[in-house]
């Protein structure tokens, strides 16, 4: 279950937490808002489109607007004072944005992981991956780390990863003895691979964006998603072993079995939605709706831990999410549309190109950028806003489009674990009771695995392009 950015700007501003509701940081958005405010005056009276559309768009931000509205605003501004373009037409090229058929993935991938979260999936990978892994050093954690990976595998969402592995493990490993900030921060971290391993909502807004295969995508995001995984597991591990935490006690091959069959339906949700698309048995769209109706039948009539009387408030919590994506990036589109008309994407291309930037200075470039964006945006965002500007570089540079979008999405995996706009963290903060700034300390070690993988998947494409290359 995501949460809204409202409810971001809410957290963001809670006194006493080094927040933009601070006096300092009061003084400082005012004057950056200045600075915003005089390049939209000197925009008009240059008639420079371009500088006006970024600087509206940042003085909105900087005033606490949601970051769908900031779009909407800048964009009808600039197409009311520097276009001859209809308003009233706006509405239609919104809806041609919207009107793509791999879009429809979105409700159904949300959907299905608010089902999977209340039916019984979550407990069932995090009992199976305690069996198996639970008594080495810090087993819990990489137990948890694991499930996170399994359910991420079904869900397709960060934080409903975080909200169903971590409500019940974060506990679990308190109560074996080990650090409360060990054990957020090993969960919340890994809750991002739920953008990074297939099916992923991130992924579909790139294909949609830059017209590439979802297909494709999401198997090049699994073999990235399983090192992520490792990684995390290895940190996890050091540190348990460097402060001797309690371990859990070996199961027996009986009880491993067990904890097997309990959750073979849980396993085999992954398998058979991935599965279908490869084989071609359905599209990765109509793979959202057998998510759907797969997670319907486990949930109650299998695990029977989904009930008819709860199944209202998950529609409607799916429904929530759902149109705070598709305002998000129906107002990029539009914000799109602005950059076009500029021809934004094709000077910047033709910039970087002319200073002879090679692919490897040009990803660090592109990493960079999308670190210092992440802080300020959440992954939709992101990817419709600075997928049109910097995939025409990528293509002309001579980079593979799959693996570009792989090394996006791990920056929005980045991006969910740093504040102050790290969903994961907020998540976190809100199942723990702890403030954001020590569940963000907590995370660090963390973290650095995740950049550790993210240079990893940036300068070595195969990692990104090997099941691809297999197939």
């Known amino acids: 279950m995501d949460l809204t950015?409202?409810?971001?700007?809410?957290?963001?501003?809670?006194?006493?937490?080094?927040?933009?509701?601070?006096?300092a940081g009061r003084i400082i958005s005012l004057i950056f808002v200045g600075i915003c405010v005089f390049g939209v005056i000197y925009a008009m009276q240059t008639g420079n489109m371009g500088l006006a559309v970024f600087a509206m768009l940042f003085a909105c931000l900087l005033l606490g607007m949601p970051i769908a509205v900031s779009l909407g605003i800048a964009s009808l501004f600039s197409i009311y004072f520097f276009t001859t373009d209809p308003l009233p037409n706006m509405a239609q090229k919104i809806f041609s944005g919207l009107d793509t058929f791999p879009l429809m993935a979105i409700p159904f991938f949300v959907l299905a992981g608010n089902i999977f979260t209340t039916?019984?999936?979550?407990?069932?990978?995090?009992?199976?991956?305690?069996?198996?892994?639970?008594?080495?050093?810090?087993?819990?954690?990489?137990?948890?780390?694991?499930?996170?990976?399994?359910?991420?595998?079904?869900s397709g969402s960060s934080p409903a990863t975080v909200v169903a592995i971590g409500g019940i493990m974060i506990p679990a490993m308190i109560d074996h003895?080990?650090?409360?900030?060990?054990?957020?921060?090993?969960?919340?971290?890994?809750?991002?691979?739920?953008?990074?391993?297939?099916?992923?909502?991130?992924?579909?807004?790139?294909?949609?964006?830059?017209?590439?295969?979802?297909?494709?995508?999401?198997?090049?995001?699994?073999?990235?998603?399983?090192m992520l995984a490792v990684l995390l597991s290895v940190?996890?591990?050091?540190?348990?072993?460097?402060?001797?935490?309690?371990?859990?006690?070996?199961?027996?091959?009986?009880?491993?079995?067990?904890?097997?069959?309990?959750?073979?339906?849980?396993?085999?949700?992954?398998?058979?939605?991935?599965?279908?698309?490869?084989?071609?048995?359905?599209?990765?769209?109509?793979?959202?709706?057998?998510a759907v109706m797969l997670g319907?039948?486990?949930?109650?009539?299998?695990?029977?831990?989904l009930k008819i009387k709860d199944f209202g408030k998950t529609l409607v919590e799916a429904a929530k999410t759902t149109s705070m994506l598709f305002f998000i990036i129906s107002m990029a589109m539009l914000f799109a549309h602005i950059l076009t008309l500029e021809r934004i994407p094709h000077?910047?291309?033709?910039?970087?190109?002319?200073?002879?930037?090679?692919?490897?200075?040009?990803?660090?470039?592109?990493?960079?950028?999308?670190?210092?964006?992440?802080?300020?945006?959440?992954?939709?965002?992101?990817?419709?806003?600075?997928?049109?500007?910097?995939?025409?570089?990528?293509?002309k540079l001579g980079i593979d489009p799959i693996h570009f979008g792989i090394v996006m999405v791990v920056n929005m995996e980045v991006g969910m674990i740093t504040p102050p706009v790290g969903l994961n963290l907020y998540v976190a903060s809100g199942l723990t009771g702890m403030p954001l700034l020590t569940v963000t300390r907590a995370a660090l070690p963390?973290?650095?695995?995740?950049?550790?993988?993210?240079?990893?998947v940036t300068y070595v494409p195969g990692i990104s392009l090997f099941l691809l290359n297999l197939l």
């Open 446 to 456: 963390w973290l650095l695995a995740v950049i550790v993988g993210l240079a990893l």
């Open 5 to 23: 950015l409202d409810k971001q700007l809410e957290h963001q501003n809670m006194p006493g937490q080094g927040k933009p509701g601070s006096p």
């Open 235 to 290: 940190v996890s591990f050091y540190i348990a072993r460097k402060k001797n935490f309690q371990r859990s006690e070996k199961a027996s091959s009986q009880e491993r079995m067990t904890a097997l069959k309990d959750s073979i339906w849980s396993l085999s949700l992954p398998i058979i939605v991935i599965g279908g698309i490869y084989s071609g048995v359905f599209t990765p769209t109509e793979s959202a709706a057998v």
């Open 296 to 305: 319907l039948i486990v949930g109650l009539f299998i695990h029977k831990d």
């Open 119 to 154: 039916g019984g999936v979550a407990k069932r990978l995090i009992k199976l991956t305690n069996t198996w892994v639970g008594h080495i050093p810090g087993g819990l954690s990489i137990a948890g780390i694991f499930a996170c990976a399994l359910f991420a595998a079904i």
């Open 177 to 226: 003895g080990y650090d409360k900030d060990y054990a957020v921060g090993s969960i919340s971290t890994a809750g991002s691979l739920g953008i990074l391993i297939p099916p992923s909502i991130p992924m579909i807004v790139y294909g949609v964006t830059v017209d590439q295969s979802v297909g494709k995508l999401f198997l090049a995001g699994i073999v990235p998603g399983i």
């Open 347 to 395: 000077a910047i291309a033709e910039l970087i190109v002319a200073w002879n930037v090679g692919p490897m200075i040009f990803l660090l470039i592109v990493n960079v950028l999308l670190f210092v964006a992440g802080q300020f945006m959440e992954p939709t965002a992101m990817i419709t806003i600075l997928a049109p500007i910097l995939y025409p570089v990528a293509m």
